[in-house]
């Protein structure tokens, strides 16, 4: 007996299509969603967001969503909470998870790409700036090794 037919011989045998009963239907409408209030958002956002929603004629709930996970995403592990004031023992990484559901056609990506064009610019800049400096740190090497082998 080779090694492939005896992993054939282990598989778990699936169930029986037939004892799955049949799935009901969901029943009515999803209840409404409030919209998000705009002075809940960090004061910095709330061109931008607005900006965002009103070109792209979609609630304002889409570009928010976008800007506070980008903020998330840039805050990183850096920010804390300490959930015992005199504790300090105990600290929590907060992580943000979100998206925007909607369906097909709803201008989920075009808002997506519309509320984090500043921060791929502002990404884009620093990576041109490190990039420039890695060549400047690498011609300072060169130099280097020049001179400490003249």
């Not at 990484?93 to 369906?103: C, D, E, R, S």
């Amino acid at each position: 007996m080779s090694a492939r037919s005896e992993v054939k011989a282990a598989r778990i045998p699936r169930q029986d299509e037939e004892a799955w009963e049949k799935p009901h239907p969901l029943d009515g409408e999803l209840p409404q969603v409030e919209q998000i209030a705009g002075e809940l958002l960090p004061v910095s956002f709330r061109p931008l967001v607005c900006d965002v929603a009103e070109r792209m004629q979609t609630p304002v709930d889409y570009p928010a969503v976008v800007a506070v996970l980008c903020l998330a995403g840039a805050v990183n592990r850096r920010a804390l909470i300490q959930p015992k004031a005199h504790d300090t023992s105990w600290v929590v990484v907060p992580n943000l998870w979100g998206g925007i559901i909607a369906p097909p056609g709803f201008m989920k990506s075009p808002v997506i790409a519309a509320t984090t064009r500043p921060l791929v610019k502002i990404e884009s800049e620093w990576q041109r700036d490190y990039e420039e400096s890695h060549k400047e740190f690498a011609r300072e090497i060169e130099e280097y090794e020049l001179r400490r082998s003249a």
